[in-house]
């Protein structure tokens, strides 16, 4: 046996000192390093046949890769993470086997988690050598309901059973109002639980037995109820046993409180037991792939396509998966002393993110439609002005010759003409070509570079790139660029999330957006749909939120804000008496600590702090004799 670690751009002291440490004795003298160094321009075909050449010329049985596009190419998978640890069979040389692992570099911030899964792999290896399945996950009890007898005795043993359950559901879109259960998990341990049919796609009466029968279990059930990413199963949970349309505030309620009782979440528990700075995945099959092995290799995209035993059980794999992911963080979680944060904080923020997803935000049809036509016209002239350009205009003739000689040397016998592209143009998105003219034409400094270290077309660029011509010609056509790729992002971004509007009963139409708490590294939201993506700072921010609002004439929208929040949380935690007088006697913050900062600087602001936009009249206090005072102090934690 024979066992190669490539590097794959990593160093092999990186190897030696931080993956040799974590390889068995038995096998650590058959391991050799080899240098397997890859770049952005390296094709699949090229890793190929350099694997190739090293495997024939080293008779190797067993290699180890740390970078994901050699282990794509070599074994023709399309992802790579799910396969941590496991030995996959090369396409290439099928006696060789593939073992993934993370890259050493990594490390530094993940040093548990990464040393778990290369140590892993090397006893895959030894295991897989010696004739051993490796594979741990055994499935001791799967029920299957199908028929409604059979769902409503499944749900009827599963109270009885008066014990903690994990919860899964597939359902036939990522959208709450249009998802439905297509079936439903439970699973009481590792290795036992049930799977139910439930194929509600709405308005399908074979469903409306099921749905009574599982709204009645949640309403009775009285343990824990363990979820993974619960911000979307409960999401359509909710909406689709407890909320009649759209605009049901009271069947969201009603859901929402017999949710927020019993649900846990191991995606927020693992997100605080885990070190987030390390970017780790918080997906359910990464999470468990080391308990259920690479049971989904791709995620399901269309329920209704996979034959319903199989759909069954891979839901059931994913609610008893559920369970390890729980056994293996939840005590990290307590012995880090996150479970304060996780009870106080992170789940009671989970359901107020659920009646978010479930309420959505309200739009105008109308004015979304206006907002459209405004940013179209205006997408028109400034590309009517860029193809006018004489310099547009040499650049399109040049494409075009270039064309008609390219074209000439594919041909053999037919010869075609400058009369023949007609189709050839100047794209405007494409940066290929954009490049091409600014820098090669136009002959423009290169002042930007991309990642890939290629010349940089984008907005800031162009702006800062009309500084340094004073060709009229040119920096018209940079003016016009970016009037145009600044329209072009509204309209191809922003305007079709408000075109997928979904219309409630009253009338009044909505968007939908998922926002996720656990999906940034700060422990803010991050979120999906473009909610939080909206313009802040460009020119037609508040054209695009004009889009935003009621059209049912007995609603109003109103917003809010805290001010100076921060601030304020950190007077409160710091108890520093100066911070906390600021707000104590009612002064502005920002006033206070510019008069405090550069008091020199601003001779007109006088030496009496209640001149500086003081708010004293918010802390009057009318005595029982009917004088007047001030609040001094509040009663506060000690």
């Given amino acids: 046996m024979s066992i190669a670690i490539l590097t794959c751009n990593n160093t092999i002291t990186q190897i030696k000192s931080r993956v040799y440490p974590l390889i068995p004795e038995p096998i650590k003298e058959l391991v050799s390093i080899h240098q397997f160094d890859i770049n952005k321009g390296s094709t699949s075909e090229s890793i190929r046949l350099r694997f190739k050449v090293l495997v024939q010329t080293n008779t190797l049985k067993y290699i180890i890769v740390t970078d994901s596009k050699v282990f794509k190419a070599i074994t023709g998978q399309t992802k790579a993470k799910v396969f941590y640890s496991e030995l996959v069979m090369s396409t290439i040389e099928k006696s060789v086997y593939i073992i993934y692992i993370p890259p050493a570099s990594q490390m530094y911030y993940n040093p548990e988690g990464v040393t778990e899964i290369i140590k892993r792999g090397f006893t895959n290896i030894e295991n897989h050598h010696m004739g051993i399945t490796s594979n741990t996950f055994n499935m001791k009890t799967e029920l299957y309901g199908i028929t409604d007898t059979e769902v409503a005795d499944l749900l009827t043993m599963l109270l009885d059973k008066q014990c903690d359950l994990t919860c899964d559901i597939e359902a036939f879109s990522l959208s709450h109002y249009s998802a439905g259960i297509g079936t439903i998990s439970f699973a009481w341990n590792k290795e036992e639980g049930v799977a139910l049919s439930i194929a509600n796609l709405f308005n399908d009466p074979t469903s409306v037995t099921k749905i009574k029968l599982l709204k009645s279990f949640f309403n009775n059930f009285k343990h824990r109820l363990i979820f993974h990413n619960s911000g979307y199963d409960i999401t359509v949970l909710i909406y689709t046993l407890y909320m009649a349309h759209l605009e049901d505030t009271e069947g969201l309620l009603e859901g929402l409180n017999v949710f927020s009782k019993i649900s846990q979440d191991t995606l927020l528990i693992t997100y605080l037991a885990m070190n987030s700075t390390a970017r780790n995945s918080l997906g359910l099959k990464d999470l468990a792939q080391e308990f259920a092995g690479n ?59 659920i009646q978010m997803q479930l309420t959505g935000m309200p739009v105008i049809p109308n004015r979304i439609l206006e907002v459209k036509s405004t940013l179209q016209s205006l997408s028109d002239v400034a590309t009517e002005n860029i193809i006018n350009n004489p310099l547009v205009i040499d650049f399109i003739q040049l494409l075009k010759e270039e064309w008609v000689v390219t074209r000439n040397n594919t041909l053999k016998v037919k010869r075609v003409t400058l009369e023949d592209a007609t189709d050839v143009s100047f794209n405007l998105n494409s940066g290929k070509q954009l490049t091409k003219f600014l820098y090669t034409v136009l002959e423009l400094p290169v002042i930007n570079t991309t990642e890939s270290k290629q010349p940089s077309t984008d907005n800031e660029t162009l702006r800062a790139l009309s500084k340094h011509t004073e060709d009229k010609a040119i920096q018209d056509f940079l003016n016009n660029l970016v009037d145009y790729k600044d329209v072009d992002k509204m309209l191809t971004t922003f305007i079709p999330l408000l075109e ?83 707000y104590l006697y009612g002064y502005d913050s920002h006033c206070f600590n510019t008069y405090i900062y550069f008091k020199d600087k601003l001779p007109y602001i006088t030496d009496k702090l209640n001149k500086i936009d003081p708010k004293r009249e918010y802390y009057k206090v009318t005595k029982d004799d009917g004088s007047v005072d001030y609040v001094t102090d509040l009663d506060l934690p000690k």
Avoid at 326 to 340: A, C, N, T
Avoid at 508 to 517: D, H, K, N, T, V
Wanted: with cysteine; hydrophobic share 40%.
């Fill in 295 to 353: 049971y989904a290799l791709e995620d399901i995209k269309d329920i209704t396509k996979i034959p319903l035993p199989k759909l069954l059980k891979y839901n059931l794999i994913d609610a008893m998966s559920t369970w390890y992911v729980l056994e293996k963080y939840y005590p990290k979680l307590i012995s880090d002393g996150q479970k304060e944060v996780y009870e106080n904080i992170f789940r009671p923020a989970m359901f107020e993110v």
């Fill in 500 to 582: 997928r509007h979904v219309t409630g009963k009253s009338g009044q139409a909505y968007i939908f957006g998922s926002l996720r708490l656990g999906g940034t590294i700060s422990g803010r939201l991050s979120s999906t749909g473009g909610l939080q993506q909206l313009p802040a700072n460009s020119r037609f921010s508040k054209l695009i939120k004009s889009c935003f609002g009621t059209s049912v004439s007995d609603w109003i929208m109103t917003g809010l804000d805290f001010s100076s929040l921060e601030a304020k949380i950190g007077a409160l935690l710091t108890r520093d008496p100066a911070k906390m007088d600021v």
